[in-house]
């Protein structure tokens, strides 16, 4: 069954250094996206990515935040300048075509800001 | 007003059990709704869409009242193996939105022998 992976399972870095989180959609489909989760709290979205452009944004990414299909596979999310309460679990979602379908998650990325 | 707002539980049932979780919504324009069930440190992954004529999977069962802005899930003959954070989703569906989707806290359930 195809999946939506990420990479890596977990990183730490230290306040102020740059994070790069990948991921890699499900081959057919057209629109990504990432989210975040904060440990104990409610799934946020982020970012939603369509036609090569981002077609939507929360007022949680904000310009330390950015994302880019390189290579027609990868999906990366950079977080400039990590701050502490960046620490999350980031999810990265593929969808196919359709506005109204499920959403297939990847396992997800966490992420530890010392 | 919180966009979508379900009990946070924890419910704690023993197996074989029925239980019902409900939630809301305050988009009146979202068009597609999910229950989606996330284990601990886990991603979500999709239970059942929910339809406006409600749906049935086996042990479980949706139920959608736009009217009232409400969804439902219905667990019957619950197993160990449901114990999980249920998430409530509504697509987001605003002007121009590309759908991305809007998740409630969730409930907890606990299911004992």
């Known amino acids: 069954e195809p999946e939506v992976t990420q990479t890596p399972s977990h990183q730490v870095t230290q306040m102020g250094q740059e994070v790069i989180l990948r991921c890699v959609p499900i081959?057919?489909?057209?629109?990504f996206y990432w989210y975040r989760q904060i440990l104990g709290q409610k799934v946020e979205f982020l970012v939603s990515f369509y036609n090569n452009e981002i077609s939507e944004k929360s007022e949680i990414f904000d310009d330390q935040f950015s994302v880019e299909r390189p290579d027609g596979s990868n999906f990366t999310l950079k977080i400039r300048s990590t701050k502490l309460e960046d620490s999350a679990m980031y999810f990265c979602?593929?969808?196919?075509?359709?506005?109204?379908?499920?959403?297939?998650f990847g396992q997800g990325t966490r992420l530890t800001v010392v | 007003r919180k966009e979508v707002e379900q009990d946070p539980g924890p419910f704690n049932v023993p197996e074989g059990a029925t239980v019902a979780f409900n939630c809301t919504y305050s988009?009146?324009?979202?068009?597609?709704f999910f229950w989606y069930r996330q284990d601990c440190r886990k991603e979500p992954k999709l239970l059942m869409s929910v339809y406006s004529s409600g749906n049935e999977d086996g042990r479980f069962t949706a139920q959608l009242n736009r009217a009232s802005q409400y969804i439902s899930l219905l667990i019957r003959d619950s197993k160990l193996s449901d114990s999980a954070t249920y998430l409530c989703v509504v697509n987001a569906n605003y002007g121009g939105s590309q759908g991305n989707l809007i998740f409630g806290k969730g409930t907890k359930l606990s299911v004992k022998p």
């Open positions: 988009n009146s324009a979202s068009q597609s």
């Open positions: 979602a593929s969808r196919p075509t359709e506005m109204n379908t499920e959403a297939f």
């Open positions: 081959s057919n489909h057209l629109y």
